[in-house]
């Protein structure tokens, strides 16, 4: 939602904050919240965290290759 209002740099903090917290959640929702995170760096023009956050969300969930999640920077 901060994305879609152009506080890319608040979405970036929040993303982050949920990702210090990992007990308990499930490697689809990390690798869910990586995927947005990756998005929101695009957005920011830092496409090497963007492309790290779309490789540790693939290697959390392998079923990563779908339209959900795309690879190459999409």
Do not use: F, I, W
């Amino acid at each position: 939602a901060l994305k879609a209002l152009g506080m890319a740099d608040g979405a970036r903090d929040v993303l982050t904050e949920a990702l210090r917290k990992r007990k308990d959640r499930s490697n689809e929702l990390l690798a869910a919240v990586r995927l947005e995170r990756a998005r929101v760096y695009e957005v920011l023009g830092k496409t090497a965290e963007a492309a790290a956050d779309r490789e540790k969300a693939y290697a959390l969930d392998p079923e990563c290759e779908s339209a959900a999640c795309p690879q190459g920077g999409s």
